[in-house]
T-cell receptor, first 115, second 114 residues
């Protein structure tokens, strides 16, 4: 089973709201990723977690705050977003960052609209 | 950093024909090359990948070839079917030397006409 689940599927939020995106995997993977994807563009890496610790932050604005509470869960907390943050937010996971297994498995994404 | 270019941006083929999508990369240290298929409204799905120590890999109707010297790799789909219609992304990675960061190509929209 290579399933990564994400909730919610769709989210509409105002610029003053606080919301969270959730991602879950039960493959025993120890590396998890957040990507942002705009229409007709490839995914752009935002954050990488390895063994629940943040390994990469691709200079993402602080209005996006990631959290990895345990090895199966990854959250993305959103606050004071801008309309240009509207996009598909994808979560992915891979075995880990210390072995030789590089495959990343993506979830279905959360379609975020900021009004 | 690594730069991946992908061509063509759109590809239209008749059902049953073959489709080829090409990618080039710039960093000779890249050692892992996955291909993803993304259908409308869905997340990218890993369809095939290749490591730098392998020249070709096949899985039923899809195959990937890698030319390390020329720094390019290609996706080949034979006997295309309408359900192959999607956007395809190639990627290159330095693997664990760079936290498994993927550098994606710009995508190819494949349309298979019945």
């Amino acid at each position: 089973d290579t399933e990564v689940t994400q909730t919610p599927k769709h989210l509409v939020m105002g610029m003053t709201n606080k919301k969270s995106l959730k991602c879950e995997q039960h493959m025993g993977h120890r590396a998890m990723y957040w990507y942002k994807q705009k229409a007709k563009k490839p995914p752009e890496l935002m954050f990488v977690y390895s063994y629940e610790k943040l390994s990469i932050n691709e200079s993402v604005p602080s209005r996006f705050s990631p959290e990895c509470p345990n090895s199966s869960l990854l959250n993305l907390h959103l606050h004071a977003l801008q309309p240009e943050d509207s996009a598909l937010y994808l979560c992915a996971s891979s075995h880990d960052l210390t072995g030789t297994s590089y495959e990343q498995y993506f979830g279905p994404g959360t379609r975020l609209t900021v009004t | 950093g690594e730069n991946v270019e992908q061509h063509p941006s759109t590809l239209s083929v008749q059902e049953g024909d073959s489709a080829v999508i090409k990618c080039t990369y710039s960093d000779s240290a890249s050692n892992y090359f996955p291909w993803y298929k993304q259908e409308l409204g869905k997340g990218p799905q890993l369809i095939i990948d290749i490591r730098s120590n392998v020249g070709e890999k096949k899985d039923q109707r899809i195959a990937v070839t890698l030319n390390k010297t020329a720094k390019h790799f290609s996706l080949h789909i034979t006997e295309t079917q309408p359900e192959d219609s999607a956007v395809y992304f190639c990627a290159a990675s330095l693997g664990l030397y760079n936290f498994n960061k993927f550098y994606f190509g710009s995508g190819t929209k494949l349309n298979v006409k019945p």
